[in-house]
């Protein structure tokens, strides 16, 4: 089975995104990518991240978009 990328931007979320992101966390692949499209670094997810076994690289692309990059660990 091949690896996918999923791309997820919730910066247009009228709601708070948490639930969404955890949606697609608990659908990531063993060899799947994902990658949060956010208006700001979303520093309380990193402990989520962490805590449920994911790495993670940000990448600031401008001053108000941030990359996250989310694989399991």
């Known amino acids: ?5 999923t791309r997820l931007d919730v910066r247009e979320s009228d709601d708070p995104p948490f639930e969404r992101i955890n949606d697609a966390l608990t659908d990531l692949g063993p060899a799947d990518r994902l990658t949060l499209v956010n208006g700001f670094e979303p520093d309380p997810l ?3 991240l962490e805590r449920r076994g994911f790495r993670y690289e940000t990448t600031r692309v401008a001053d108000d978009e941030w990359h996250v990059e989310i694989q399991r660990a």
């Open 1 to 5: 089975m091949s690896a996918t990328t």
């Open 46 to 48: 990193y402990d989520v």
